[in-house]
């Protein structure tokens, strides 16, 4: 049968010569209105007046498996956090690691540029005071 996507713009045709209009006939005659049968209504508002609500199948765990289930989920839970503070702990000292590595070459780069300085002042005959 003919798919949507068969049909191109209003009025053209597509491979097999259909038109949209003739799309348009088949979904008029596909997607008619139908009517309920007699008595569905009542029926309806029967069922809904009686109360009785469908009713789920209860599943009942034996009480050592709660038990179990229980503790390996707690269990569970504290390798989590556990792992959790060991990776930020892990995190931290990198960091701490990372500032003293950038701190001792700030202080070697500063200590190179000083004496620099010195010996361009030296050269140029300003003395720096040191005895």
Do not use: C
């Amino acid at each position: 049968m003919k798919q949507p996507e068969d049909f191109d713009q209003p009025g053209e045709l597509n491979e097999q010569g259909e038109s949209l209009a003739e799309l348009e006939q088949y979904l008029s005659h596909v997607l008619r209105r139908v009517d309920a049968p007699k008595g569905f209504a009542e029926r309806t508002i029967a069922r809904a007046r009686a109360g009785s609500a469908p009713r789920g199948k209860l599943l009942v765990m034996p009480t050592r498996w709660r038990a179990w289930t229980s503790g390996a989920i707690a269990a569970a839970l504290a390798a989590g956090v556990f792992v959790g503070q060991q990776v930020h702990v892990r995190q931290q000292r990198q960091k701490a690691e990372m500032a003293q590595q950038q701190f001792e070459a700030a202080m070697r780069i500063t200590g190179e540029t000083l004496e620099q300085t010195r010996l361009q002042l030296e050269r140029a005959g300003v003395s720096m005071g040191q005895d």
